[in-house]
């Protein structure tokens, strides 16, 4: 046991079925949590956009992307500062060396890894002043710009311009930097969407050498992790409350949806204050196969025996030796790893549903 741990299990969510939906895969869909619980806030549109751009995203369409999006907000009036990444982590610098002024926007050309590098940075600047972010999503996954109902350029274009803004919550990351054998010193990143570890973190290292497959690289990866099926040893403890064992996985949600879009945390709020976690148990493979059917079939791996469901404002993973984490789409840490809950932390420009 920890210092800090205690033999009290914590509370596991219990979720109720939508009756009126088709059961499939053995189980009713569940009742999704709302995105947000707040009301949204209007705001004017930004004077100066400080546009941040990954020009690899999206089969290296970010470049094109961005260009498209300086033409239209400048069409629009909008002074727009043209800021292009060069490297994985560019991001993080160019946003921590930035001239915010009053009145003045980020918004961040790319996926959910390129988001996270932005937030990560700005916070790390020390600026006394935190502009409004906007994104426009140019990567491979785009989760968070799913669960924000951005669904293309034009409305991620007219939803910054629009003013409408909701607050979201992060959670600061702290943890070994490097993937394991290549460890190097500690690291905080600031998680927007979500963090894993276990087999979804190997699925993902395994389809990061087939990206030429495109988006089903990840579903190839997925089921060559299950094939796999590792021993994972781990200590999880949620605002204190200790658990030891072997897991299959931990996917630790801030939205709702992850991966290539799928369901992953029903139950979870940007802005509630608090993060959620899904543990997969340890399983056999066919046991696996049947949690990820249920869970690519409208998030209904929430009621497989199996799999239980937290909320939670801190957390920490120990492994017996350094296990690989994932942070928002990336690889790039290791156990040990500490987490805090951050509530409302930022203000993000959303689409008004009018």
């Keep these: 046991m920890g210092s800090n741990g205690t033999n009290e299990n914590p509370v596991t969510l219990q979720f109720e079925a939508e009756p009126d939906s088709k059961i499939k895969k053995g189980a009713h869909r569940p009742v999704f949590a709302p995105i947000f619980t707040q009301p949204p806030a209007q705001r004017k549109a930004p004077k100066r956009l400080h546009l941040l751009v990954n020009p690899y995203a999206g089969k290296r369409r970010g470049r094109a992307t961005a260009d498209k999006a300086k033409l239209l907000f400048e069409e629009a009036g909008v002074n727009v500062e043209f800021h292009v990444s060069s490297y994985s982590g560019h991001l993080v610098e160019l946003a921590q060396n930035l001239e915010l002024k009053k009145g003045d926007a980020i918004a961040v050309v790319g996926g959910d890894g390129s988001f996270s590098e932005v937030i990560t940075g700005h916070l790390q600047s020390g600026s006394s002043f935190h502009p409004i972010f906007g994104l426009i999503p140019s990567g491979t996954g785009n989760s968070q710009a799913h669960d924000l109902g951005l669904k293309d350029l034009e409305t991620a274009i007219q939803t910054i311009l629009g003013g409408q803004t909701q ?10 930097k490097g993937l394991p054998g290549h460890v190097n010193g500690k690291m905080v990143r600031y998680s927007h969407n979500l963090v894993t570890w276990g087999l979804g973190v190997d699925s993902t290292l395994k389809a990061e050498k ?39 996985l931990f996917l630790i949600q801030n939205s709702q949806t992850g991966g290539s879009l799928l369901p992953l945390a029903p139950g979870a709020s940007l802005d509630d204050g608090l993060m959620d976690i899904g543990i997969l148990k340890k399983m056999t493979r066919r046991g696996i196969l049947k949690a990820f059917g249920m869970l690519k079939s409208e998030g209904r791996h929430v009621f497989h025996p199996r799999v239980d469901y937290h909320r939670f ?17 990336e690889n790039i840490g290791s156990t040990p790893l500490n987490m805090e809950v951050i509530p409302q932390a930022i203000e993000v420009f959303t689409p008004s549903l009018e």
């Design 167 to 176: 607050t979201i919550d992060l959670a600061r990351v702290q943890m070994a």
């Design 313 to 329: 404002t801190t957390l920490s993973i120990e492994t017996p030796t350094p296990a690989a984490i994932n942070v928002d789409g």
């Design 210 to 248: 087939m990206r030429w497959m495109g988006p089903i690289r990840y579903d190839v990866g997925i089921l060559m992790a299950i094939m796999a099926n590792n021993r994972r040893q781990a200590t999880l403890t949620l605002d204190g409350k200790e658990m030891e064992g072997d897991y299959t």
